[in-house]
């Protein structure tokens, strides 16, 4: 579906919250703050990804200004990803301003998906702004393997970015993505070595999102696998807590943590969907498994007041779609959506 936002804008009702046509509230955003990374996950980007020009992405302060429009209307958690959130430049300062939602109680959290490579460097001040919980993308404990996944990533660095964010007192998940042939055999160390510190760990199925220049079929493995060797070794205990998410979890009774699975290709979780994504250069997608997305650069651009960004972020909620439906193309092994996941964040 082509980007919409040529039309001319309606006045919003800034006191409404932001209820989709299939009754849905939406409560949750995820800004992807920058495409870029340090690393080339296999399942995320190709090798020579080909990064946006600097001058097509928000500035800070854009972003603060459409966050904070959001938050207006009623959403209560922001999560910043990317890319990597935290090689966007000065990606500090947005946090630090954004914390003030949370000071005045608009926001119950601010919180980010990150690789982990510059925890170390961030982790306090992250805390000392209000950020509580992070979730840090791993899925092996293995050096080689590490560097093979991410194509030159430093666990090492991870690990004591990890350390660095437990000491200063964020909560911190871990999220593995299941890869075939790759990690598979080592998830069960995985949860131990997670639940062992305290952390939850989620697993994710590799979602068919970009070229990535691999078969994808070549790295899927359904979770509903994943889950059965698993409840082979542990006594999984199904929980009830949702978060409106694709994930369900499972509590692992050796271990006391839990467990969550994403299955966006085997299970359809969008009945409960609170969530919207807007990328670095102001686009709004409604869906992570959909085209369907708007334009809000050209509303925030086109005027100093919110008015006009407003009506257009109603207008794209009216648009969310009720679902989405994933398949990898077998026959093309061709990716079901051509952006890549670090467009729009995961
Ligand atoms: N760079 C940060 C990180 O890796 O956590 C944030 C952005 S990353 C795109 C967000 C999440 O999406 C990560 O947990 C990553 O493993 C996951 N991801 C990326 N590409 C994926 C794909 N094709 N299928 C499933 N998960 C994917
Ligand atoms: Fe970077 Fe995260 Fe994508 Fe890996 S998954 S390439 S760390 S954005």
New binding site residues.
């Given amino acids: 579906m082509p980007i919409s936002g040529t039309e001319p804008f309606a006045k919003a009702d800034s006191a409404l919250p932001l209820i989709d046509p299939f009754g849905r509230s939406i409560s949750y955003l995820r800004v992807s703050v920058t495409d870029r ?1 340090d ?1 080339r ?1 296999v ?2 980007m190709s090798e020579d990804m080909t990064f946006l020009p600097k001058a097509d992405l928000l500035t800070l302060e854009e972003l603060d200004r459409l966050c904070s429009a959001f938050v207006d209307r009623g959403v209560r958690k922001l999560r910043l ?5 935290l090689v966007r430049r000065g990606i500090m300062t947005l946090v630090a301003s954004l914390s003030r939602h949370l000071r005045s109680g608009a926001l119950d959290e601010l919180t980010l ?3 982990g490579s510059q925890l170390a460097k961030y982790a306090q001040e992250l805390a000392g702004h209000g950020v509580k919980r992070i ?3 791993m ?1 092996t404990l293995d050096p080689d393997k590490f560097r093979a996944i991410t194509r030159w990533g430093d666990l090492g660095k991870v690990l004591t970015g990890i350390d660095a964010a437990q000491a200063a007192g964020l909560k911190v998940k871990i ?1 593995v ?1 299941a890869l075939k042939g790759e990690n598979e055999d080592e998830i069960p160390a995985l949860v131990e070595w997670a639940h062992g510190r305290g952390m939850d760990l989620t697993l ?7 070229d ?1 220049g691999e078969g994808r079929l070549d790295q899927y493995l359904p979770l509903s696998l994943v889950r059965a060797r698993l409840s082979e070794r542990f006594t999984l205990t199904e929980l009830d807590h949702r978060t409106g998410g694709p994930a369900r979890y499972v509590r692992v009774a050796e271990t006391g943590g839990k467990i969550g699975f994403i299955t966006p290709l085997t299970h359809n979780f969008c009945e409960s969907c609170n969530r919207v994504r807007l990328t670095c250069t102001g686009t709004l997608y409604m869906c992570l498994g959909q085209e369907d997305a708007a334009d809000l650069r050209r509303p925030l651009r086109a005027s100093e007041s919110n008015d006009l960004v407003l009506a257009a972020i109603d207008d794209a909620i009216a648009h969310k779609p009720k679902g989405h439906d994933f398949i990898i193309d077998r026959r093309h092994q061709r990716p079901a959506l051509s952006r ?3 467009v729009t ?2």
Avoid: Q
Wanted: contains cysteine; negative net charge; charged residues 10%.
């Fill in positions: 990374c690393f996950c399942y995320c990803t990317g890319g990597e959130p998906t990150t690789n979730n840090v993308s899925d999220n993505v994710i199925e590799v979602m068919p999102l970009g990535v890549h996941m670090s964040g995961g």
